[in-house]
C-alpha cells in the first residue's frame, strides 16, 4: 500500500475464509476492516463456552493436505493444537455401528441376514446401473445415486430418512451433484475393499487422526482474529454491508451500518465470505440472483455434573422419527471441553432457517429426547446441570435442482469484476472443509493484492463422477 491510496481492504464476514483475507492483508502490510454482523467471529467455527464447559457449533476436525495451511494454524496455536483420533458410530435399530465401516463390526451387530441382503441389494444396483449407464442414463438426484453405488437395502434403512432429515428434502429432489462432496467412497464395493484391504491414503471424511484445540475448534477463529487486531487490523462486529458502489480501478465506496451510526467507507477491493445470494445484493449491475437454499443446524448443549461413559466423537442418528441428526460428546473430542468431573453432550438438529426461530420452550423437549438417547445408548445420567442451544442459519449449501451451477455461474460474473474475491462455503456455495475455507480467503486477500495465489485443492467442477479426496498430513 502506498502513501498515495492508503485505502484498506474489505472483508465481509468473520467466519475461517473471512479471518484468512483479514490476516493476509495484514501479514502483507495492507489496513484491513472486517465486517461481521454477530456479536463475534468465527460463524460455525465458534465455541460457546459457559462455566467451564466448551461447545463446538457442529463437528470440527482440522485436517489438511496443504502443507502452508497446516505450519500456519500449528503455528498460530502452538501447543493449544493437539493430535486427536475420531471414533464415530451410527445408531440402527438399537445398536450401534462403527463408522467408517468396519466388516467384523458389521456382521456381530447387524448380523449374517442384513449384511447379506445389504451385499444381494448392491450387486442387484450395480447389475441396473451397468445398464443404465450403456443406455446413457445418469443419475440426476441423490436418489439415484445412492440406490445405484448402495442398493436399495442400504438407501431405504440408512440413507433416506437421515437425507431427508439433514436437509429438509427427499433425496429425489436434491442434485447428484451433492453427493461427492460428502461421501468418500463412490460405492459400497469400495467400502469393502477399504475394509479388507486398508489404503495408506484414505478419504478425507475417514481419516482418523486430526489436529483439534484443547478447549474447541474455536480457539483457531479467536486466535485468528486476535492477530489481525494485534497487527492493526479493524474488526467491526454487530455491524453490516448495506450497498457497494464501483469507484474507479477496482475500489469500492462500502455504506456500513454499526449498531449506533452509519458511514462509508473507500475500500481497495472487497472480499465476500456472506451468503452469494445477500452479496448480489450488494452490487449495482449484478447478475441474476439465484435461489439458493441454505440448510440451519440448532445445537442444544447439555451440561451434566458427572461424566458421559462414551468415548465416540459423535453418533449419527439415522431415525427419520429424531428431530436429531447427530449426537455429540465434547470430552471425546477433548478432555479439557468440560470440568474435572463433569461431562456434557451436544444434540446437532437441522433446521430451516426461513422458518424463523422456534420457541425456546420446546429446549425441555429437546433435553427430554436426548437423555432418551443417551438411554438407548445404555447410558443413565443425573438431571443435567444446565442446557441451552445455539443456531447456525447458513450450515449446509443445499444443492437442488441446478443451484450449483447457477451459483458457480454468479461466483464466476462477480469476480471478474474488479476488485472483488469471493470465498468460503456460503460465499461460493460450496461444501468445503475448514482448511479450504482458510485457503480460499487467503488467496481471495492474494489476489486482489496482486500477490500469487498459495497452493490450493482444485476445484471440482459440477457434474465430476468422483469425489474430491485429501490424505490428512497428521
Known amino acids: 500500500m502506498t502513501p498515495a491510496e492508503p485505502l484498506p481492504l474489505l472483508v465481509l464476514g468473520g467466519g475461517i475464509a473471512g479471518l484468512g483475507a483479514a490476516d493476509e492483508a495484514r501479514r502483507a502490510g495492507v489496513e484491513v476492516v472486517l465486517i461481521e454482523r454477530s456479536d463475534g467471529v468465527g460463524g460455525m467455527l465458534r465455541t460457546d463456552r459457559r462455566d467451564g464447559f466448551s ?145 495408506r491414503s484414505t478419504p478425507r471424511t475417514w481419516a482418523k487422526r486430526y489436529l483439534y484445540p484443547r478447549t474447541g475448534i474455536g480457539e483457531i477463529v479467536e486466535s485468528l482474529g486476535n492477530r489481525v487486531i494485534e497487527e492493526g487490523g479493524e474488526i467491526r462486529l454487530r455491524s453490516t454491508v448495506r450497498s457497494l458502489a464501483p469507484l474507479e480501478g477496482g475500489r469500492w465506496r462500502a455504506t456500513i451500518e454499526g449498531e449506533h451510526e452509519t458511514h462509508v467507507l473507500d475500500v ?57 441428526s447427530r449426537l455429540q460428546i465434547p470430552a471425546a473430542r477433548s478432555p479439557e471441553m468440560v470440568p474435572a468431573g463433569c461431562g456434557s453432550i451436544q444434540l446437532e438438529e437441522p433446521w430451516d432457517a426461513a422458518r424463523g426461530e422456534q420457541a425456546t420452550s420446546q429446549l425441555e423437549e429437546r433435553v427430554a429426547e436426548g437423555i432418551a438417547m443417551l438411554r438407548t445408548l445404555g447410558v443413565e445420567l443425573e438431571e443435567p446441570r444446565f442446557a441451552f442451544t445455539t443456531a447456525e442459519p447458513h450450515a449446509y449449501p443445499i444443492y437442488e435442482g441446478n443451484a450449483r451451477a ?69
Open 268 to 324: 481497495r477491493g472487497v472480499v465476500s465470505t456472506i451468503p452469494l445470494d445477500a452479496f448480489c445484493r450488494l452490487i449495482p449491475d449484478s447478475p441474476p440472483i439465484p435461489t439458493l437454499g441454505q440448510r440451519g443446524l440448532r445445537f442444544t448443549n447439555i451440561a451434566f455434573d458427572q461424566p458421559v461413559p462414551l468415548d465416540a466423537t459423535w453418533i449419527y442418528q439415522p431415525d427419520p422419527r429424531s428431530r436429531f
Open 55 to 199: 461447545f463446538d457449533r457442529g463437528g470440527h476436525r482440522f485436517i489438511t493436505s496443504l502443507s502452508w495451511v497446516q505450519e500456519r494454524i500449528t503455528a498460530l496455536l502452538g501447543d493449544r493444537l493437539r493430535v486427536r483420533e475420531r471414533r464415530s458410530l451410527v445408531l440402527l435399530d438399537g445398536t450401534t455401528v462403527a463408522y467408517p465401516l468396519e466388516l467384523d463390526d458389521l456382521i456381530r451387530r447387524l448380523g449374517i441376514r442384513s449384511n447379506l441382503r445389504a451385499l444381494g441389494s448392491y450387486l442387484a444396483a450395480r447389475s441396473r446401473a451397468r445398464r443404465a449407464v450403456r443406455a446413457g442414463q445418469l443419475e440426476t438426484n441423490l436418489e439415484e445415486w445412492l440406490e445405484r453405488r448402495f442398493g436399495t437395502y442400504l438407501y431405504r434403512r440408512v440413507f433416506e430418512g437421515y437425507s431427508e432429515k439433514l436437509w429438509g428434502l427427499h433425496p429425489s429432489r436434491i442434485s447428484a451433484e451433492w453427493a461427492p462432496e460428502r461421501i468418500s467412497v463412490p460405492d459400497l464395493g469400495s467400502f469393502l475393499k477399504q475394509m479388507l484391504w486398508p489404503r
Open 406 to 474: 447457477l451459483a458457480a455461474q454468479t461466483v464466476s460474473a462477480l469476480e471478474r469484476k474488479p476488485g472483488i474475491a469471493i470465498a468460503g462455503r456460503q460465499g461460493r456455495f460450496r461444501y468445503c472443509f475448514l482448511d479450504r475455507a482458510f485457503a480460499e480467503g487467503v488467496n481471495g486477500a492474494r489476489r486482489l493484492l496482486a500477490l500469487p495465489p498459495l497452493e490450493n485443492e482444485v476445484e471440482r467442477t459440477p457434474g465430476d463422477p468422483l469425489p474430491l479426496e485429501a490424505a490428512s498430513i497428521v
